[in-house]
C-alpha cells in the first residue's frame, strides 16, 4: 500500500494542533456567575482608577495654573523692564540736550572741553548705577517668574510625601489583613 503526502492535509491537521486562546472563553455561556470577589475587585480597580485620573487631573490643572501665573508675572516684569529702560533712555537724552545747550552757551574752547569733560564723568556714573537698577529689576522679575512655579512644585512633593505615606499604610494594612486571613485558613484546614 503506497500512501501520498498531502501538504494541505498535513497543514489543515497542523492547523487543528495549535493552541487557540479564545477556546475557554468561547465554552464559557452568557449566563455564566461570575464570581462576587472579582466583581468587587473590578470596582475597586475602576475607583482606584477614577480617583488617581481625578488627581493626575487636578495636578496638571495645578501647573497649568502655575505656568499661567508665570507668564503673567513674566509679562508684567518684562513692562517694568522696558518702562525702567525707556526712562533710562529719556535721562539720557535730556543729558545730552542739557550737554547741548551748555556746549552753545560756552565761551571758549577750554570751557568747552570742560563742560565735556564734566559730562562723561557724570554720564559714566549714571550708566552705572542705571546698570544697577537693571541689575536688580532684571533678578526680581527672575524670582516673581520663578515663584509660582516654584510654590507649585513643593506643593506637588508635599502632595507625592502624603501619597506615598497613605499608600504604604494601606498596603501593610492589606498585607496585614491577608496574612491574617491565611492563618485563619491554614487553622481550619488543620
Do not use: C
Amino acid at each position: 500500500m503506497t500512501t501520498t503526502f498531502n501538504p494541505d492535509a498535513a497543514a489543515n491537521d497542523k492547523k487543528r494542533e495549535t493552541f487557540n486562546p479564545l477556546s475557554q472563553f468561547e465554552s464559557l455561556q452568557l449566563d455564566t456567575a461570575i464570581p462576587e470577589a472579582m466583581r468587587a475587585f473590578a470596582g475597586t480597580a475602576v475607583m482606584q482608577s477614577r480617583e488617581a485620573y481625578e488627581r493626575a487631573r487636578a495636578t496638571l490643572d495645578a501647573g497649568v495654573e502655575a505656568v499661567e501665573r508665570s507668564h503673567d508675572a513674566a509679562g508684567q516684569a518684562a513692562t517694568a523692564l522696558n518702562r525702567k529702560i525707556i526712562d533710562i533712555a529719556q535721562r539720557n537724552v535730556n543729558s545730552g540736550f542739557d550737554l547741548a545747550k551748555s556746549l552753545a552757551s560756552a565761551k571758549n574752547l577750554a570751557e568747552m572741553v570742560e563742560l565735556q569733560g564734566a559730562y562723561w564723568r557724570k554720564q559714566l556714573e549714571a550708566l552705572m548705577e542705571q546698570a544697577e537698577e537693571v541689575r536688580e529689576l532684571s533678578v526680581n522679575a527672575s524670582v516673581d517668574v520663578a515663584e509660582p512655579i516654584k510654590r507649585h512644585a513643593t506643593h506637588q512633593a508635599e502632595q507625592v510625601r502624603a501619597m506615598s505615606k497613605k499608600v504604604t499604610a494601606e498596603a501593610a494594612e492589606a498585607i496585614k489583613r491577608q496574612a491574617s486571613n491565611l492563618e485563619q485558613d491554614l487553622r481550619r484546614a488543620s
